[in-house]
């Protein structure tokens, strides 16, 4: 039960229904007894400076962490941010300190590659397909980069942010083959949406039924998306044989990174 003793963390985006992040750290304080809570938060984009804002002064919160929509606004707003979170221009969790000072980091990446190894996959020498040049497409399209990843294409309905991203990588990680425009018809051993389609019940498929079907023996079809759980995208997917990666298993897998990020996980958790 929350009381006024209560140590809180939260969890902003819209629509933030689809979030699972505040049942599993709830569940994750409930079986350890701890005083602590993590609250959702649907906020409007026109909002989220205010609530940076708000954070700074609220004593007895001790961080955030943010979905879609708000990554990237939110990196303009802390103080500091790690380096990856500075490469990628985007935050999906936030420390604040004592004096309320706020320091972001991205963890979406990391979370990614440990629930793909999860499910068998190894991005080393593969080739991906990312749909969506956002917070999340970001940061798994540098994770993969990292993880030795041999070409990657990155389709956006925001031409300027696929483009984009694919220079920053082309410049970082000089052995990597990326390129960035409209999806082309053929296979891949990876196909992630990283977009917010598939959300809503009438969405457009991510990417064209043919290249979810031309997805290369051994390969895995992944989404962000938590809710719905199976999106079309993955019904498709397993319908046509292909492994498929849950976003709740993304989510699952950097629920211990978010935690330490916040102070609340580990052994320098906030008392």
């Keep these: 039960m929350i009381g006024s003793s209560t140590r809180l963390v939260a969890m902003i985006g819209t629509p933030i229904i689809q979030a699972r992040s505040p049942q599993n750290f709830n569940r994750y304080f409930d079986a350890r007894n701890e005083d602590r809570a993590m609250i959702p938060v649907d906020l409007r984009p026109e909002q989220v400076a205010d609530f940076v804002a708000a954070a700074r002064g609220w004593d007895n919160l001790d961080g955030f962490v943010v979905t879609i929509p708000h990554k990237t606004a ?128 009438n969405d457009p498929l991510p990417v064209p039924e043919e290249v979810i079907k031309a997805i290369n023996p051994g390969g895995l079809a992944a989404d962000v998306v938590t809710s719905p759980e199976r999106t079309r995208f993955l019904e498709l997917a397993a319908h046509h044989g292909v492994k498929i990666q849950f976003g709740h298993q993304m989510a699952g897998a950097q629920m211990e990174a978010l935690g330490r990020a916040m102070g609340v996980m580990g052994a320098d958790a906030n008392v």
Aim: hydrophobic share 45%.
């Design 74 to 201: 939110v990196a303009g707003l802390v103080d500091d941010m790690t380096p990856r979170a500075k490469f990628l221009n985007a935050v999906n969790v936030v420390r604040r300190h004592p004096d309320g000072r706020l320091s972001g980091d991205m963890t979406d990446g990391e979370g990614f590659l440990l629930a793909a190894r999860a499910n068998g996959f190894d991005a080393a020498d593969k080739t991906a397909l990312v749909v969506g040049a956002g917070g999340a497409g970001r940061a798994i399209g540098r994770a993969l980069a990292e993880a030795g990843l041999s070409e990657l294409f990155i389709h956006d309905v925001d031409e300027a942010a696929a483009n984009s991203l694919c220079s920053r990588l082309k410049e970082a990680f000089p052995s990597l083959a990326v390129a960035a425009g409209s999806i082309p018809q053929r296979s891949f051993d990876l196909v992630v949406n990283a977009s917010p389609c598939g959300m809503g019940g």
